[in-house]
Nanobody
Framework: VQLQASGGGLVQEGGSLRLSCTVS????????MAWFRQAPGKEREFVAA????????YSRDSVQGRFIISRDNIKNTVDLQMNRLKPEDAAVYYC???????????????WGNGTQVTVSS
């Protein structure tokens, strides 16, 4: 199983980035997907999740109205569109897969590599 995240980079405060995670080695539409992030010196935290069909999503309060999670069950990808970025959004972002929904942050079945997001003020 492979979850390959990409799309991170350096962006100015107020700007946008789109992260993408390409999944292989599992039946993608059997899995709910989620994004997490970890800033230096902090614990990893949940960002957003989407159900198997893409018909339901939820996210942490601090990103609601700014971040949008979506998935393509043909391309086996899950994206995170991040708008109006703030310095506190800077972190390494990880995608993860779980057969359960709502997801269980401590029990995600598969994790991807991280992609760095840096926000300059």
């Amino acid at each position: 199983v492979q979850l390959q995240a990409s799309g991170g980079g350096l962006v100015q405060e107020g700007g946008s980035l789109r992260l993408s995670c390409t999944v292989s080695g599992l039946i993608f539409n059997n899995y709910a997907m989620a994004w997490f992030r970890q800033a230096p010196g902090k614990e990893r935290e949940f960002v957003a999740a989407i159900n198997w069909s893409g018909t339901h999503t939820y996210s942490r309060d601090s990103v609601q109205g700014r971040f949008i999670i979506s998935r393509d069950n043909i391309k086996n990808t899950v994206d995170l569109q991040m708008n109006r970025l703030k310095p506190e959004d800077a972190a390494v972002y990880y995608c993860a897969a779980d057969v359960r929904y709502p997801i269980t942050p401590l029990g995600m079945h598969h994790w991807g590599n991280g992609t760095q997001v840096t926000v300059s003020s």
